[in-house]
């Protein structure tokens, strides 16, 4: 018998991950330990990250739902993906035990920590929340 296992793509599986010549702020999905710290420094859009690796069911799964969440903000809010295989330590510093974990931040400050698959409406409703505070300009 075959069994043939349907793995679902996200946006920046198969891309290397940001380094200084690579990185582009004005994007708005990134890859890596580079680009988080990046943009945590310089960017006043809230962020995205998202810790996922590359054996873990669930990531596979939340990686397009999160994804269609992220894009709707587009411009706005940059998205990161950390393999946490890959960037061990900024997960170790992020808190991110395990994966999938999404976390949030605005303004230097992580707002939300959620480990595990959530709905696509508490993705939305921490967005909204930090885009009320954000210094994003019109």
Same mark, same amino acid.
């Given at each position: ?17 940001? &380094? ?31 810790? &996922? ?22 411009? =706005?809010?940059?998205? =990161? ?18 994966? +999938? ?13 959620? +480990? ?16 009320? &505070? ?5």
């Amino acid at each position: 018998m075959l069994l043939l296992q349907v793995q679902e793509r996200g946006p920046l599986d198969g891309v290397e991950a940001d &380094t200084a010549d690579t990185f582009d702020i004005s994007k708005d999905k990134h890859k890596g330990q580079y680009a988080l710290r990046k943009l945590y420094h310089e960017s006043n859009r809230p962020i995205a990250v998202l810790y &996922t690796s590359p054996t873990c069911g669930p990531c596979r799964t939340l990686k397009p739902i999160f994804n269609s969440v992220v894009d709707q903000y587009a411009g =706005v809010v940059h998205y =990161v993906e950390i393999d946490i295989e890959q960037d061990p330590e900024i997960a170790e510093a992020g808190g991110a035990n395990g994966t +999938p974990t999404v976390q949030f931040f605005n303004n230097k400050e992580r707002i939300a920590h959620m +480990p595990g698959v959530k709905q696509k409406s508490q993705y939305r409703q921490i967005l909204e929340q930090a885009l009320e &505070t954000a210094k994003v300009p019109a």
